[in-house]
């Protein structure tokens, strides 16, 4: 009998190694036919993209009607899929990936941009962890669930974006003109959040539950200039350049929320002394002196902390010989949730502290309140990652970057970023030279992202 049971359990296990390879195998060869797709904004081979993502689809047992592919301008199509659930009156659960990419050019990398490759343990491709990973992670889970039969306890609902590189229109236009495709009880994003680990070794998992908002204005100073050999105190570049000087001076006041707080909190359980001690002291109670040496240890932490404004181009002048009649800056400002553009151009006013400059916004926020810290979706992502990396916490993140996650948040959907890919901090390769990502890693990933599925939208079918 114990011969038996022996041979049973060892037939058992080869058979699950064999499946789990066998998934591997399918990962990896949709992550290698997105890359070599060249879904950047001056090739735009959306169509191509969508078309090979729906064909998988289909051949998976998807219905024609469950995949949209429908776009915000020629060009620029989404890939909506929708994989139906048991009628048990809950609203779907939305998940989100981008298919565009940063352009690359082949003399800025090592090696050709758009060629899938996989060297000592990486996967090499533009596209590989922004976000084409996360592509392959929502298609490869759709085949892989719907082939094993499972039954979700609800509708869920794949929503994949063509331009979130650039100004964010087709999740706009999918909210705007076809929310009932997309609309959900909560969304879980691919591109935010993610591990953190140093020297191969897990330190933190983070989910994001914020965004900071994007804004930027244009200054300007203007005067009548003259010639070059007769200068005069009224100098627009000097008067310009005195101003940005003040500004980049200034620190915005710390304005933490319910999501920057826990970061703080849960975050300090990875460090130690001075450090640890203040994260915990700013996430209960305001704390100038540690606001001041947390800032000063992290641009990061400086940012997850406070508006940010920054300035990121210049111009002034109009000949060599002749004094500048104009002179002009782009400021960049990311914003946290509860402020507002009109406080940001008064302090921005205030600190330059000259009338001549003038502040126009170039760029239009778009308000993202936090998602709440919800503990029937966060619970059990905390409990899968106990599972899966003993150890590691689970921190909410508020990012300082932008995702399409903030339109969705503002069209009053809570959204949380859960890529799950660990990455080194300091070797983050997205929209840069040799861009990739963990073989380990992204298969590991995908296979929390099923976990995760199938319990957050109920068992799988046993």
């Known amino acids: 009998m114990r011969a038996l049971f022996a041979t049973t359990l060892a037939t058992c296990w080869a058979a699950a190694v064999s499946a789990q390879d066998g998934h591997r195998a399918i990962e990896?060869?949709?992550?290698?036919?997105?890359?070599?797709?060249?879904?950047?904004?001056?090739?735009?081979?959306?169509?191509?993209?969508?078309?090979?993502?729906?064909?998988?689809?289909r051949a998976?047992?998807?219905?024609?009607?469950?995949?949209?592919?429908?776009?915000?301008a020629p060009g620029y199509p989404n890939l909506v899929a929708r994989y139906r659930g048991r009628s048990s009156g809950k609203k779907p659960i939305?998940?989100?990936?981008?298919?565009?990419?940063?352009?690359?050019?082949?003399?800025?990398?090592?090696?050709?941009?758009?060629?899938?490759?996989?060297i000592d343990g990486f996967y090499y491709g533009r596209?590989?962890?922004?976000?084409?990973?996360?592509?392959?992670?929502?298609?490869?889970?759709?085949v892989r669930l719907k082939r094993e039969g499972?039954?979700?306890?609800?509708?869920?609902?794949?929503?994949?974006?063509?331009?979130?590189?650039?100004?964010?229109?087709?999740?706009?236009?999918?909210?705007?003109?076809?929310?009932?495709?997309?609309?959900?009880?909560?969304?879980?994003?691919?591109?935010?959040?993610?591990?953190?680990?140093?020297?191969?070794?897990?330190?933190?998992?983070?989910?994001?539950?914020?965004e900071k908002v994007y804004l930027t204005f244009t200054l300007e100073v203007r005067n009548k200039g003259g010639h070059s050999s007769i200068p005069v105190p009224d100098n627009a570049i000097y008067r310009l350049a005195r101003g940005l000087d003040r500004l980049g001076r200034y620190q915005f006041p710390v304005r933490l929320n319910e999501v920057s707080r826990g970061f703080f909190r849960e975050t300090a359980r990875t460090e130690k002394g001075q450090t640890a001690a203040d994260m915990r002291s700013l996430a209960t109670r305001a704390d100038p002196a540690a606001a001041r040496r947390l800032s000063a240890l992290s641009p990061y932490y400086n940012s997850v902390m406070r508006t940010t404004c920054v300035a990121t181009r210049l111009f002034g002048g109009h000949a060599d010989n002749a004094l500048p009649q104009l002179a002009r800056a782009t400021v960049n400002c990311r914003m946290v949730p509860d402020d507002t553009e009109e406080a940001v151009a008064a302090t921005m006013r205030r600190v330059m502290a000259d009338s001549a400059i003038s502040i126009e916004v170039s760029f239009q926020p778009t308000a993202s309140p936090a998602s709440p810290l919800r503990a029937d979706v966060l619970g059990p992502i905390t409990e899968l990652v106990r599972a899966t990396w003993p150890g590691v916490p689970v921190i909410p993140e508020m990012s300082t970057g932008a995702t399409d996650g903030l339109y969705v948040r503002n069209a009053g959907i809570p959204v949380y970023g859960v890529s799950a890919i660990f990455e080194e901090p300091n070797d983050v390769r997205a929209h840069g030279r040799d861009e990739r990502v963990g073989v380990k890693e992204f298969h590991q990933a995908v296979t929390f992202w099923y976990r995760m599925l199938t319990t957050l939208a109920g068992p799988p079918k046993t």
């Open 150 to 210: 499972f039954v979700p306890d609800r509708d869920l609902v794949m929503a994949l974006t063509s331009d979130e590189e650039l100004a964010g229109d087709a999740i706009k236009w999918l909210l705007r003109e076809r929310r009932s495709l997309v609309d959900a009880e909560y969304a879980l994003n691919t591109d935010a959040g993610g591990g953190a680990f140093q020297n191969g070794k897990p330190l933190a998992f983070g989910v994001q539950a914020s």
């Open 94 to 118: 939305l998940l989100l990936a981008h298919m565009d990419v940063v352009d690359a050019r082949r003399e800025d990398w090592s090696f050709e941009p758009y060629r899938f490759q996989e």
């Open 127 to 142: 596209g590989t962890s922004d976000n084409k990973a996360g592509v392959a992670t929502l298609v490869a889970n759709f």
């Open 28 to 57: 990896r060869e949709i992550l290698a036919e997105l890359i070599e797709i060249n879904t950047s904004d001056s090739a735009r081979h959306f169509d191509l993209i969508t078309e090979k993502i729906a064909s998988r689809l």
């Open 60 to 72: 998976a047992g998807f219905a024609a009607e469950d995949i949209v592919i429908e776009g915000h």
